[in-house]
């Protein structure tokens, strides 16, 4: 286990608001002891151009991506949204916010646990089979700019049991046996996160660290089953598949799924 430098200020403060400030960026964040959704919560804040971030003990009515909902037991793990606006990438790059969030979000957890983070196409953070954390981004586009990304993250940390129907969680706790300082982790993200914005190369940064990126495993889509390997992801975003056949195939999120097989 790999230990990060300290140089970050970092303190819940009971429930006040407080200022994370990185070398690269300044973040104000907010906790809430319980609301809805954070993302809903973002939506509505009047935000002045900062970078704002809402950090929930709970929420009544997670959202995962789709029509899941995402389970959270209070006061256990990270669930918190952040607002950014992200002038300089145009509405058709805006995967890059993806490929930022989710490399950012390896390269914190790394440094808490002891196995390989990757992330599962398009932007489940996993650990080895198990999803770890999950991330629900919505942009605003104004016109070909993106006016501000509300990016949620919900960072399975101290949960010891999961109750939902959710097929694979996993948690910080469950994989080093004993608790991290969920205050500590989101300063370390958030730094990290300003780190990865920075890179020239993030696009083969992520695809160097996808899941299952080497060999053939199992997918389904609207046609049923087949075996493929990654062949490449797009700028867009877009997955490119190989299957035992040699043909190409290309998909957008929601068009394609892993099929899970639990080898542990
Ligand atoms: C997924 O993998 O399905 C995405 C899960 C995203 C969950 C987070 S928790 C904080 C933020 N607020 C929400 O309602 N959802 C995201």
């Given at each position: ?8 200020a ?7 608001n ?8 300044q ?16 939506r509505?804040y009047?935000a002045?151009?900062e ?5 929930a ?6 959202r ?16 918190f ?17 993806t ?16 196995n390989?983070?990757?992330?599962k196409?398009?932007?489940d ?27 949620g ?27 991290s ?7 370390d ?11 020239p ?26 075996c493929?390997?990654?062949a490449?992801?797009?700028a ?8 035992s056949?040699?043909?190409?195939r ?6 394609v ?8």
């Amino acid at each position: 286990m790999r230990k990060m430098s300290d140089s970050l200020a970092y303190r819940r403060e009971g429930h006040r608001n407080i200022l994370i400030i990185t070398t690269k960026m300044q973040f104000k964040v907010i906790y809430v002891d319980e609301t809805d959704s954070t993302n809903r919560w973002l939506r509505d804040y009047p935000a002045e151009g900062e970078a704002v971030v809402v950090v929930a003990d709970y929420q009544t009515a997670g959202r995962g991506c789709g029509a899941n909902k995402w389970e959270s037991e209070r006061g256990k793990n990270l669930t918190f949204s952040l607002l950014l606006h992200p002038e300089l990438v145009p509405a058709n790059e805006q995967f890059r916010i993806t490929e930022w969030v989710s490399v950012a979000l390896c390269e914190t957890i790394e440094h808490y646990i002891y196995n390989k983070v990757e992330i599962k196409w398009p932007n489940d953070i996993y650990v080895e089979n198990r999803k770890l954390c999950g991330i629900l981004i919505e942009n605003r586009l104004t016109g070909s700019c993106i006016k501000d990304s509300i990016i949620g993250i919900g960072l399975n940390v101290n949960q010891q049991t999961f109750r939902s129907d959710a097929p694979n969680p996993v948690s910080i706790r469950q994989l080093v046996g004993k608790d991290s300082d969920r205050d500590k982790l989101l300063a370390d993200f958030l730094r990290q996160l300003g780190n990865v914005m920075e890179l020239p190369d993030v696009s083969e940064t992520y695809r160097q660290r996808l899941w299952r990126r080497e060999g053939m495993h199992p997918f389904r889509d609207a046609e049923g089953e087949f075996c493929a390997k990654i062949a490449g992801v797009e700028a867009d975003g877009h997955l490119v598949l190989e299957d035992s056949r040699g043909k190409e195939r290309k998909y957008a999120f929601k068009e394609v799924e892993w099929i899970l097989s639990f080898t542990n």
